[in-house]
């Protein structure tokens, strides 16, 4: 679940290895990119901590960051389900 986090939306995802937090880090990068809205992304071996506001709306929690929040959501979905 998605927290706020000194006025963020923020949230940290586990994986087994470093490999796969690179590999969701990308496919965060490559959604980002198609909806034009970007994370603060910070990947500390196998954990992934991402942050998400709205900078053209003075750093604020917008429907941007929901909509982009759920996209992660459902790509860190399909990761888990992916074979080693």
């Known amino acids: 679940m998605w927290s706020t986090d000194q006025g963020k939306l923020h949230k940290q995802f586990e994986f087994r290895n470093f490999i796969e937090a690179f590999a969701f880090v990308t496919k965060v990068a490559m959604i980002s990119e198609r909806v034009n809205h970007h994370p603060e992304i910070c990947i500390r071996y196998k954990t992934v901590e991402l942050h998400l506001c709205t900078h053209d709306e003075e750093n604020t929690i917008t429907e941007?960051?929901?909509?982009?929040?759920?996209?992660?959501?459902q790509a860190y979905k399909l990761c888990l389900t992916e074979p080693e």
């Open 64 to 73: 941007k960051d929901r909509h982009l929040a759920e996209r992660i959501d």
